[in-house]
């Protein structure tokens, strides 16, 4: 009687076993789906802070272009070409002939 009740636990036992097994087969193709959407988010979250970052760089090009574009208008005058120096140093930017009180800004 004894090995006939160990036998049904163990037949038990082991019908429990696929089922477990099948439950952590669905578990794991869920965590896999799961980090597929969300690695696919943060490349469109990575993406959009870098178009973002971007956008404000090209603002403040734009805005340095119409100070300048403003500066040689108001004076008449180009602003000399930027050199670099040998070491790799570069001399800013100055007003040919007289300065205007601004010019200290724009160097």
């Known amino acids: 009687m004894k090995q006939i009740a160990t036998n049904r636990m163990k037949s038990a036992l ?7 097994l099948l439950m952590l087969l669905v578990v794991v193709t869920l965590v896999g789906l799961l980090t597929g959407i ?6 469109t ?3 959009r802070s870098k178009e973002e970052d971007l956008l404000w760089k090209g603002g403040q090009i734009r805005k340095a272009i119409g100070h300048y574009y403003d500066a040689v208008q108001k004076t008449g005058k180009a602003l000399k070409q930027v050199s670099a120096g040998i070491d790799g140093s570069v001399a800013g930017p100055t007003l040919s002939g007289n300065d205007p009180p601004f010019a200290s800004f724009l160097s």
């Open 38 to 43: 969300a690695g696919s988010s943060w490349q």
């Open 14 to 20: 082991s019908n429990q076993s696929g089922a477990v």
């Open 45 to 47: 979250i990575v993406q």
